[in-house]
Structures are given as C-alpha cells and as structure tokens.
C-alpha cells in the first residue's frame, strides 16, 4: 500500500509516500531522520499486524518546514531517510 | 425581543435495527465503532450481515460517545454490548472505544466496508468525512492499496458545510440541493482556507448574489479541492463516494460532472462504511481468534 503522509496547500504539494508492502519495518529511516519525522508503529491496516514506519503526527502537518533543511533550493539532494531504507520504500511529492 | 437560535448545520439523528434477522441464533455477533470528528457510528452484524446501527453527533468526551452510539445502536433489540462476541474500533475516536478490543485505521475500515456496500468493482473510494478528506485506491478484496488523506484544513470537509449551511441559513439537508438550483454554474470561491471561503460567500451575498448561486460557486470550490486529492492518487472506475458528504447530491452531481466518472449508488447509508468496515474486521479477527481461519 502507497501510504500518503502531508498535505497540500497553497504553496504546493507536500507528501512522503511510504510503500507498507515495501517497508519491513528495520526502523533504520527513524534513526537516521535528523529530525525525528518518522517513527514506527504497529501495523494498523493489516489484521495480521506486524510494524511499519510512518510520519509521526507531529510532523505530518508541517513536513515543508521540517524537511526543509534536507532539501537545498540547488544541488544534489540527499534525503537520510531515502538514502537508509533498504527496500527503498520511502520517496518524498517534492 | 431576541430571537431564538436557529441550528442550520444541525443534522438528525437516527438509528435502525433490520426485522428479519433474529441474532439469538447467531454464531458470531460483532460490532464496529466509528468514532468520528464531528459524526459517531455504530453497527451490529450478525454472522456477516448489518443487524442495527445508529449514527449520532460525536459529544465531547469519546467514551461517552462511544458508549452512547452503542447502547442506541441496541436499543430494542434486546441485545446487550457484552453479548457481542468482538468490537473493533475506528475513527479518530478508535482509542476511546472502552469495550474495543482491537483498533484498526479508518482508511482500511473504509476500504472495507465500501467493499461491502458496493461490492468487489469498487477501486476507488472517496470518504469525505467531518474534518478531512481521504482518497483511497483498493484492489477487488477491499485491501488498500494507495491512500492519501488531507487533514490539514476543514475546506473540503462536512465541517465547512455545515459552517456554510449556517451563513446561507439553509438546514444541511437541503443545501446540496439548493447549490444545484442554478441556472448557470458561477465561478468557485477560494479552496485552499475554509474561513476565506466562508468570507468570499459572505462578499458574494452583499454583492446579491442568490443564495443559491453563492452554495453553487462554495460546493464547486469544495469539489475542486476533493478533485486534486483524487488525482493525486489516481481514479479508476467503480468510483465511490462514503462519509456523511456522500449525502450531498450537490457534491455528488458536481464530481460525477467535473470527473466524467458517475459514481456508484449506494445500497446502503453510505455514512456507515467506516463502521461496516470495522464490524467486517471484527468477523474476520473473531474467526482467527476461533482458529477458524
């Protein structure tokens, strides 16, 4: 499943897209996050249960602030939490 | 003399229990609780099929609520909470269902239970609801397979109707109805702030716009900002429609024009696929905690 965390407002759209299909839930992307975006919790969608990471409620109204300072206006972008997820489950709307 | 207040937004409320089904021969009674910003639902199901439910206005205290929506959800049938076998909770409220055992996220709850409502074609399920909006794509068994969910402001949202309903002085009922009574359909308001939104249809009345005109152009604003979630995650055909908005023939009317896609009718109170949804999970929990499964 493409579990869509953001929003979209004014200024555009603003998603992290977690695939939970992907996602074995390691929790390598919550320790790598900078600024404690993600978290993982137990599988809610799913009867058989199991972990899955996803963007904490905190951040998920605000993700264009807090991701701002890994997403430079020029340059090569290296996103941590892109870069941790081994099944690369994990990409960012923009 | 003051006059006394008038409650535009104010919606019924209303239970139902289905006469042919007699649940003290049943195997498996469960229940589904959804907890819902501004609506509650329960429901019973007795071996698989809807039994009794009841949609009420979520109160300030969840657990009253919760307790509430299920006793009423009872009321008559002689059937007591104890003698349901599983309930699952749902909803933003799915923490405060004291007699839940088990939680599940409305957006699977809502996969599930439009699966049930309007079968197995479904793939793609709106669920405008109270507070927020959710797209969700699901595959032939109900399963979720991409969901997007805008909960960061109310416009699009049931809560920005009934804040509408209120300035135009028309009952929420009717004013999906009345939003269609145009000749012409007028430009939309502001999408991105239900409060701009709200201001712009207050300019536009003191310009004279009817007041029909002015719901025309607010539902054409709410249904643009719903359209951009959608294809967000992509439309496929069947389309549906759930949450309590799915009752307002002038959001309906407007998708099906704006999409070219007529979304499916529903055979059942489109309000309580969130709740159907969570009843179906408990089935399928209280099977496996049977070993059933």
């Not at chain 1, 975006?37 to 899955?52: H, K, Q, R, T």
């Not at chain 2, 709106?126 to 402001?153: P, T, W």
């Not at chain 2, 643009?224 to 389309?239: C, P, S």
Request: aromatic share 8%; with cysteine.
């Amino acid at each position: 499943m493409q579990a869509h965390y953001g929003y979209k407002d004014g200024s555009g759209d603003y998603f992290i897209i977690i695939d939970t299909d992907k996602c074995d839930g390691c929790g390598k992307c919550v320790e790598a996050c900078p600024y404690g975006v993600l978290e993982l919790i137990e599988n809610e969608f799913d009867i058989e249960g199991g972990s899955m990471a996803r963007v904490t409620e905190e951040h998920r109204k605000k993700i264009k602030y807090t991701c701002g300072p890994c997403k430079p206006v020029s340059g090569e972008r290296k996103l941590s939490c892109v870069i941790a997820c081994e099944p690369k489950a994990i990409t960012h709307s923009w | 003399m003051s006059e006394k207040p008038e409650e535009f937004w104010r919606w019924r409320e209303y239970r139902h229990t289905m006469p042919d089904i007699d649940w003290h021969e049943a195997k498996m009674v469960t229940a589904g609780v959804d907890i819902g910003s501004v609506g509650s639902k329960a429901v019973v199901m007795v071996d698989g099929e809807l039994y009794a439910y009841s949609v009420m206005r979520t109160g300030g205290v969840s657990e009253e609520t919760a307790i509430r929506v299920m006793d009423w959800a009872l009321d008559g049938t002689g059937m007591k909470t104890k003698n349901v076998h599983y309930v699952v909770g749902t909803g933003y409220g799915r923490v405060n269902v004291p007699f839940a055992k088990r939680t599940i996220t409305e957006i699977a709850c809502h996969a599930r239970g439009a699966h049930y409502i309007y079968g197995p074609t479904v793939r793609t399920v709106l669920d405008i609801g109270g507070q927020d909006c959710k797209a969700i794509r699901c595959d032939e068994r109900g399963k979720v397979m991409s969901f997007l969910m805008n909960d960061k402001c109310a416009a699009g949202t049931g809560r920005g109707l009934e804040v509408f309903a209120d300035l135009i002085r028309v009952p929420i009922e009717e004013v999906g109805k009345a939003s269609l009574n145009v000749e012409k359909e007028p430009p939309p308001v502001s999408n991105t702030c239900v409060i701009f939104a709200k201001a712009e249809s207050v300019a536009l009345l003191r310009q004279g716009w009817q007041k029909e005109k002015v719901a025309a152009a607010y539902h054409l604003a709410m249904v643009n900002r719903i359209i951009d979630l959608l294809t967000k995650v992509g439309i496929e055909k069947d389309f549906v429609v759930t949450g309590g908005v799915a009752k307002n023939t002038g959001i309906v009317a407007r998708l099906e024009r704006n999409l070219g896609i007529k979304p499916l009718d529903p055979k059942l109170d489109p309000i309580l696929a969130g709740a159907l949804g969570a009843g179906l999970f408990g089935k399928a929990l209280y099977e496996k905690q049977l070993g059933l499964r």
